[in-house]
């Protein structure tokens, strides 16, 4: 587990378009292993590295198309044409990754599943990492998964303190074209446990919505989640981040394209609602949760217990 490690990893996850989980997981490794990985150091490397697959939901294909295209291993030899990897750095096979490349053999020719390095998808990675003063400390998009039209964004907010309120309002059609879904309290802290958003991500695409409406959370997604759908934003509502603070029909500024999550509000108004907005707090935490939530970083640490 070694810097050159992680970088390929990155490179790999940019490329394949994987889930934004993959992002929590890799800084929670790169801590325990005493590597320096960032946010920010995760958008340089998504800039430079070209999405190569889109597999379910972002495109048609599945992982059985990928491995009979020739797996991960064809799409790091791709890779390798462009000199994206660190070829040295040991695997665990014992051999460094340039040596167990150079005893892979592809005989597939089929390039729809994994593209070739010179006609890529996008020439940007698959996941993105956006800043701004609705995620001072970033928010994570798998963009590979975002309609064109949805990459750019001004939208009404619409608030909800919990994954249930969210989908209650959402089945019962109250969530309109060109509005930006907000669901809060559900980050490493506060859900406790960051919970999945699937449910409403899965509401919102099955009611054809997911080209008109954004959702936004401290909370994360499955890797089957598509649409304009924003996690990890940090800080998490439960700490006292901007998120805490959004209210009802603000308009939140999306910008994928040049790594922004804004709200529309001036400074002095958020600094308003600091003084008159308690944030909550669950106060019926017991055992191993609740010293679980005490102890819990941010996502964009890799929210690991401290």
């Known amino acids: ?49 070209p999405n190569l697959c889109k597999l379910a939901p972002a495109g048609p294909h599945h992982m059985q198309d990928l491995y009979n295209a020739g797996g991960v291993y064809r799409v790091l030899a791709e890779l390798r044409k462009a000199n994206l990897l660190k070829e040295s750095a040991l695997t665990a096979t014992g051999k460094t990754l340039g040596e167990n490349l150079d005893n892979e053999v592809f005989r597939v020719s089929d390039n729809t599943v994994i593209r070739p390095i010179d006609n890529p998808h996008s020439r940007t990675g698959g996941i993105a990492v956006l800043f701004g003063n609705l995620a001072p400390n970033g928010a994570v998009v798998k963009r590979s998964a975002v309609a064109e039209e949805m990459l750019s964004h001004r939208g009404k907010a619409r608030v909800f303190d919990s994954e249930e309120e969210a989908i209650k309002a959402i089945f019962a059609g109250k969530i309109n074209k060109g509005d930006v879904v907000v669901i809060r309290y559900e980050g490493p802290a506060g859900g406790p446990g960051m919970r999945e958003m699937l449910s409403p991500t899965s509401a919102i695409a099955g009611m054809g919505l997911d080209k008109d409406v ?14 304009a759908a924003i996690g990890h934003i940090s800080p998490e509502a439960a700490s006292g981040g901007p998120i805490a603070y959004v209210k009802e029909g603000d308009t939140i500024i999306i910008d994928i394209p040049n790594y922004r999550l804004d709200l529309d509000v001036s400074d002095e108004e958020m600094e308003k609602r600091k003084k008159e907005i308690q944030i909550k707090r669950k106060t019926d935490l017991t055992g191993y949760l609740a010293r679980y939530a005490r102890s819990v970083s941010s996502a964009d640490k890799g929210a690991i217990v401290t």
């Open 1 to 49: 587990l070694t810097k050159d490690a992680f970088h390929n990893a990155l490179r790999l996850d940019m490329a394949l378009g994987c889930s934004t989980n993959s992002v929590l997981h890799l800084l929670a490794i790169a801590n325990e292993a005493g590597d320096e990985l960032n946010l920010n150091m995760i958008n340089e490397i998504s800039e430079s590295t």
């Open 214 to 227: 954004a959702l936004i959370t401290d909370g994360r997604f499955s890797g089957a989640t598509r649409g």
